[in-house]
């Protein structure tokens, strides 16, 4: 088995990858990929990343790392960037902004992964919901949708015409990064994307969408269908604009029970990721729900090669119950980074060595 760990969130936070087709050893031990902030982790010029072979459960000299936040607080050039451009949507939909952000982390930690710096909102515009990312809010929907009217708006996304900056900037990160690591981009899973649109922004609750849900579950389907049916599409297009993997995003799955879970987002994960295996066979796709404890033998039905796992769910457990033919990432708690340098070495080789 491999695994891969990432750091996932602003002050950073890691998760492995294991996988499936084929143990992931080298001298007959477990060796897990790992994504990471630390200085000074350097992935070799190989013909294939080594995130890659990780995936497809080659056997490879160490763990892969990479950040899964991308750029953030914690460094001091995306501060200073973010003085001279404060709007989010300009830093994420300039080619040569998004480069130069993607490429920040790469520069000082050499990760193994290399992410493209966007974010899940960002074909909305182009399928004609309006929004913005307003600093320290957040997400803002202009027009929330709530009725069958307004999801009859909805146009089905097509990232060559809304997005064509998506295209030029991966294609410019596979020349920068040549092979020396994974690029990887990554989308919105229905439910999540559907959660922002319909309670307006981001929600603690999610009253609004679950309203909609119970009450007129129809409504709902036909907007899960659009988002479906577009984030295949926006998936096969990072793709053939070189993205080497992509990570599908539903942070809000694990707000639905479980039976809820199979209605309104496992059929739809599925279904992207039947369609992009139609016409991408052999690209890793993973897939990330915090604080999915509950339910990872659902994720795993999802047809996806990787499963993030966050530090809620014992590595070894959760491989067990997601079963021997999906890779698993995750899983040490940022919080960790609070602690010495020890006490942070001493955490990922635990989670490392775990089975």
Not at 33 to 53: D, F, M
Not at 143 to 168: I, K, M
């Amino acid at each position: 088995m491999s695994s891969i760990y990432s750091f996932t969130s602003s002050i950073s936070s890691i998760s492995p990858l294991t996988s499936p087709r084929k143990s992931f050893n080298y001298n007959n031990k477990y060796i897990p990929i790992i994504h990471s902030s630390l200085q000074g982790t350097v992935a070799p010029s190989v013909a294939e990343p080594l995130l890659l072979n990780a995936v497809r459960g080659e056997d490879v000299e160490r763990p892969p790392v990479w950040l899964m936040r991308q750029a953030g607080r914690y460094m001091k050039s995306y501060q200073i960037l973010c003085e001279k451009h404060p709007s989010f949507r300009e830093r994420s939909e300039n080619v040569d902004l998004v480069v130069e952000i993607s490429l920040q982390p790469w520069k000082v930690f050499r990760p193994d992964g290399v992410i493209l710096f966007s974010d899940i909102l960002t074909p909305l515009s182009g399928m004609n919901i309006p929004f913005d990312i307003v600093k320290g809010k957040g997400p803002v929907i202009f027009n929330p949708l709530r009725t069958a009217e307004d999801v009859d708006q909805v146009r089905e996304f097509v990232p060559e015409e809304s997005v064509p900056y998506v295209g030029e900037a991966l294609t410019i990160l596979r020349k920068e990064v040549e092979n020396k690591a994974a690029v990887l981009g990554f989308v919105g899973a229905p439910f999540t994307l559907a959660s922002y649109v319909v309670e307006g922004g981001s929600s603690k609750h999610f009253s609004k969408i679950k309203r909609l849900a119970f009450s007129q579950p129809k409504i709902l389907h036909a907007l899960l269908q659009k988002f479906a049916t577009s984030m295949a599409k926006y998936i096969q297009y990072q793709a053939d604009n070189g993205a080497q993997a992509v990570q599908i995003f539903d942070s809000w799955a694990t707000e639905l029970s479980p039976v809820d879970f199979e209605e309104f987002s496992l059929p739809y994960l599925k279904q992207i990721v039947d369609t992009v295996k139609q016409s991408h066979p052999t690209l890793p796709l993973i897939l990330y729900a915090s604080g999915s404890g509950g339910l990872l033998e659902r994720l795993a039905l999802t047809g996806v090669d990787v499963v993030s796992l966050d530090w809620s769910v014992d590595m070894a457990e959760g491989r067990r119950r997601l079963g021997p033919d999906v890779a698993v990432q995750g899983n040490v708690d940022p919080g960790v980074l609070f602690g010495s340098k020890e006490f942070i070495t001493n955490r990922i080789n635990d989670v490392v060595k775990s089975r």
